[in-house]
């Protein structure tokens, strides 16, 4: 069966064409500026065309959303292209997952959904690396056991670069050394190495709590920044997210 998942987030939307369980194919556009239903439509399709995916061979389209003034735009757009309605999953869609909160956002259930299915037998955490930074942990038996939540790396960084007169604009890459010499070295430093610092410290404090030492999941836009800087993340898949949210209504 093919499937396009469609993931909502508040700084850009994630599609995935899933052949089965694989996701073969994943573009991102821009959240902003919003668009209308006609422009959306016309973009989706422009967007089909160019991956080259057969709209016919479609035969479900699912998505999840944070962002809930688009998710009325984005499904009736998808409902013009495939001649039916989109699923929509969020926090209340059944799983093995408990959810826990009546508060957890849609992109942070599909984290944990997309975790106790692809990583079973035991503790996770996912650090989601996005317009904020997640952290979520679940147990073996699909029980939430808790979510961090901080300003993500883009967000902060934006917000120096605009508070401050001097500040560049600047890559967030790994610096040649902790200590910079030049504005732009000392601001990759800090924003890399003070944000790596966080989520080696939450991954620290976690396992202390839960008294184990868990599985470690890194997604979102950045999470390939900082999966090579250090041993306590296992893993970084982009695709997490859009794994998730298939999980939550490949069965609907």
């Known amino acids: 069966m093919n499937t396009i998942v469609i993931n909502i987030g508040n700084t850009n939307i994630r599609f995935g064409l899933f052949n089965g369980d694989n996701c073969e194919i994943s573009w991102v556009i821009n959240t902003k500026p919003y668009r209308s239903q006609d422009e959306l439509y016309i973009q989706f ?7 080259n995916v057969n709209v016919e061979s479609i035969e479900k389209v699912i998505i999840g959303s944070v962002v809930p003034q688009l998710t009325y735009d984005i499904s009736r757009a998808i409902s013009r292209i495939h001649g039916e309605k ?28 997309a975790a106790h299915h692809l990583y079973s037998n035991r503790k996770k955490i996912i650090f989601d690396f996005g317009t904020a930074l997640t952290a979520s942990c679940v147990d073996e038996k699909g029980e939430t056991l808790g979510v961090i939540i901080a300003p993500g790396i883009i967000t902060a960084l934006n917000s120096l670069i605009h508070d401050t007169a001097q500040l560049p604009e600047i890559e967030l890459i790994k610096p040649k050394s902790v200590l910079g010499l030049d504005t732009v070295s000392c601001m990759q430093s800090g924003m890399v190495y003070g ?19 868990c599985f470690v999941i890194a997604t979102g836009g950045v999470s390939h920044v900082y999966k090579p800087l250090t041993e306590k993340i296992q893993i970084a898949d982009r695709l997490h997210t859009l794994k998730g949210l298939y999980f939550l209504g490949k069965d609907l």
């Open 45 to 51: 399709l422009n967007i089909y065309q160019a991956y």
């Open 86 to 113: 989109a699923i929509i999953v969020d926090r209340n869609t059944p799983s093995e997952v408990e959810a826990k909160s009546k508060q957890m956002g849609t992109d942070i259930y599909a984290n944990l959904v």
């Open 195 to 213: 944000y790596l610092g966080m989520v080696e410290g939450f991954v620290d404090r976690i396992n202390k709590e839960v008294e184990d030492d």
